[in-house]
């Protein structure tokens, strides 16, 4: 496989890595922070990091020729396409290295001070993270520029590269990397003391030598000291490797670009190591092929160059897995699930003998409306609402809740009183009146006296209980006697089973609240 064929390939990688960017800057924008546990700091290395992997991949819509003439290739003031991918690429390193260094700098002042950043550090970083490469890279284009050198994008030049571009990116990752080791070197002590600590005050105690709170005080902070670093580690260790890869590439990628212009310098060494390809090439009648091995000492080698691209391609597919979470999945799944509603049939797992509401048949029975409620009342006791036939339009009594059946035994019984006495009431209740709660009056038509010969009407006015005081004053005066004296009136008179006085001869009959029954 050719050269410039796989230069072509890290394309398509980058385009990877350029997905994968925006799909995690879409999921900070849309999810909640829940699902994506967002930070600044996050955000704005995810962009920078789609900032330079957007330089890799704009050549492919816009393959333009590389070269200006058969010796000369484009720069940025011959090709759009050179200028734009350059520039991208210059301001996209020098973003990303700036934001992991605001990065290693916040861990920093976590684990080895104690400060938490604040609003102060935040409007900091934005200015100092923005602000600084877009003037470098002003810097950069102004006074050295890009132009094609190797693959499909344009790289900066070589004349005063070092002074514009490299030499502050590299200072700057630099910084980074001494942060880092600054505060992994804190953490690894503070991590043994608390082990030594700890060990030296059990073994105080168990031989009794000094007392068990002798040293709980520096044991105390120095475990404290640790589970404070320990969450911190627990919470950053993403960004933090996130962090090493990029630095890692960036200062691998500038030491191959170094590397790369040192070659075209003009110095003793490069002199003579073209003076041996040349006397190879003459020697060998013009057969290049034949001087390989004397030309590969003037150039860097293909497998170095190809790793450099592969792994600035691959920037955004670890940024992806190292500060996404397999909780942004199941964020996309509530989102599209409550966008588009699954639609089931809500019979779908009823059973095929479950009967519904709308199944069942219609009652017979209606309750009564509010208003008729109201009016179905008595002078002296409220009427309960009763369930009755919806089907009867038969008109309803306005003392009575029930409707009127003369085919009942109490309607036959009422129309022979009535035939009697000639007064007819259907409505008619024996607990009107409240003087007669207990016992029916005595003008009642079920009265037990109406058939007493010497019965008047005149009776029916007699207050109940003056008669029933009298009827207790001949039981009280009877019994002081030694005897009971038969009322005047019993309800077994007609009876043919009365002996006398209203008794009953048959012992199978007996008296239930004046009433005889058969047993």
Known sequence: MSFQ?????????????????????????????????????????????????????IPMGNPDTQ??????????????????????????????????????????????????????????ALAAGWSI????????????????????????????????????????????????????????????????????????????SALPYSNSVRTVTAAQAFRRIRRVIALQWRGIFVVIIIITDVVFFATVFLQ?????????????????????????????????????????????????????????????????RPSIFQGWYELTKSIFPIKRNPGEFVSYDARRVSDLPESSYEMLESKQRDTMTTDHTSTLKVPEPSLNSAPRGTHSIREYNPSTISAQLRERADATTNIYDPTYTPYQNSYSLRSPPLSSPFSPFRDRPNFSPEESNINMDGRRRATLGKLRSSSNAGSVASP????????????????????????????????
């Not at 070269?67 to 003031?77: A, G, L, N, R, S």
């Not at 075209?264 to 390989?292: F, S």
């Open 5 to 57: 064929r796989i230069i072509h390939g890290t394309t398509y990688v980058n385009l990877a890595s350029v997905v994968c960017c925006c799909f995690l800057l879409l999921s900070f924008a849309v999810l909640p922070v829940e699902y994506t546990h967002r930070h600044y700091l996050s955000v704005c290395l995810t962009i920078a990091i789609l900032l330079m992997q957007l330089s890799f991949v």
């Open 67 to 124: 070269c200006y003439d058969k010796i000369t290739p484009h720069d940025m003031y011959s090709s759009i396409n050179c200028a734009l991918s350059g520039a991208l690429l210059l301001g996209g390193g020098w973003s990303t290295v700036m934001w992991a260094f605001l990065r290693t700098l916040s861990v920093h002042l976590q684990i080895c001070w104690q400060v938490v950043p604040g609003r102060r550090f935040f409007l900091t």
């Open 133 to 208: 490469p877009i003037v470098f890279l002003a810097v950069a284009l102004s006074v050295t520029g890009v132009s094609f050198r190797f693959g499909e994008s344009c790289h900066i030049n070589s004349r005063n590269g070092l002074q514009t571009f490299w030499g502050p990116l590299l200072a700057v990752a630099a910084g980074s990397i001494v942060t880092h080791t600054i505060t992994f070197c804190y953490c690894i002590p503070v991590y043994l003391r608390s082990l030594f600590e700890d060990k030296q005050g059990t073994s105080n105690i168990s031989n009794g």
């Open 260 to 324: 790369f212009d040192g070659t075209t310098q003009k110095t003793p060494e490069n002199v003579r190591h073209a003076y041996e390809w040349l006397l190879c090439v003459v020697h060998n009648d013009g057969d290049k092929t034949k001087c390989q091995s004397e030309a590969n000492r003037l150039v860097v080698s293909e497998g170095i160059a190809i790793s450099v691209l592969f792994l600035l391609s691959m920037n955004g597919i670890w940024a992806l897995l190292l500060l996404g």
């Open 488 to 519: 005047q009136f019993s309800p077994y008179a007609d009876s043919p089973c009365i002996e006398d006085h209203g008794s009953p001869r048959s012992p199978n009959i007996g008296r239930l609240g004046g009433i005889g029954i058969a047993k």
